[in-house]
Antibody, heavy 119, light 114 residues
Framework: QVQLQESGPGLVKPSETLSLTCTVS????????WSWIRQPAGKGLEWIGR???????NYNPSLKSRVTMSVDTSKNQFSLKLSSVTAADTAVYYC?????????????WGQGTLVTVSS | EIVLTQSPGTLSLSPGERATLSCRAS???????LAWYQQKPGQAPRLLIY???SRATGIPDRFSGSGSGTDFTLTISRLEPEDFAVYYC???????????????FGQGTKLEIK
């Protein structure tokens, strides 16, 4: 059973960079796409972007200028950086396995981690 | 960008009843790339349906999906107490003006106990 776990600071100051890592266990990270999704409190889901294990990325156009994703296959991890954060970036951030080209869906999700942007 | 509109916003039903949730897309969506998720408070979304009508692993057969083009439906045949949650539809694809492949989600339908 594939499991994902997000980790990173729960508090980030405005204008700084949010950094999160997702660790995958119970299976290899290789040959899959991996996505990040966020959800502000009481609101809906927003896809941030995805990375393939080759390092190829797709980002949501609305966030593209501030997002960087990377992957470390040796550690079975992938990461998210979101720069110049504001209070609007406060949300629960999820990582998920991305099966876009086989089922058009996100089949395994991490439990999520709350990131608050505040001084 | 394709916009998914879910209705109703809130659905109040009793256990044992049938639930019908709607997802309408602003332009045609490939059925292969339409999915439904269930989310309970404090939990991550759980994949229920992919490809518009295929149940994900371990999902009970009381959950079914249907539809094509711009109109899709999630049906729960007989509600169990654990089914009361928020449900999201999701599509994957590219659309103008920026032809970037992306996921978009509906705003969610809250299924509550009557």
């Amino acid at each position: 059973q594939v499991q994902l776990q997000e980790s990173g600071p729960g508090l980030v100051k405005p204008s700084e960079t949010l950094s999160l890592t997702c660790t995958v266990s119970g299976g290899s990270i290789s040959s899959y796409y991996w996505s990040w999704i966020r959800q502000p409190a009481g609101k809906g889901l927003e896809w941030i972007g995805r990375i393939y294990t080759s390092g190829s990325t797709n980002y949501n156009p609305s966030l593209k200028s501030r997002v960087t994703m990377s992957v470390d296959t040796s550690k079975n991890q992938f990461s998210l950086k979101l720069s110049s954060v504001t209070a609007a970036d406060t949300a629960v951030y999820y990582c998920a396995r991305d099966r876009a080209y086989s089922s058009g869906s996100l089949d395994y999700w991490g439990q999520g981690t709350l990131v608050t942007v505040s001084s | 960008e394709i916009v998914l509109t879910q209705s109703p916003g809130t659905l109040s039903l009793s256990p044992g009843e049938r639930a019908t949730l709607s997802c309408r897309a602003s332009q045609s969506v490939s059925s292969s790339y339409l999915a439904w998720y269930q989310q309970k408070p404090g939990q991550a979304p759980r994949l229920l349906i992919y490809g518009a009508s295929s149940r994900a692993t371990g999902i009970p057969d009381r959950f079914s999906g249907s539809g094509s083009g711009t109109d899709f439906t999630l049906t729960i045949s007989r509600l169990e107490p654990e089914d009361f949650a928020v449900y999201y539809c999701q599509q994957y694809g590219s659309s103008p003006p920026v032809q970037t492949e992306r996921y978009t989600f509906g705003q969610g339908t809250k299924l509550e106990i009557k």
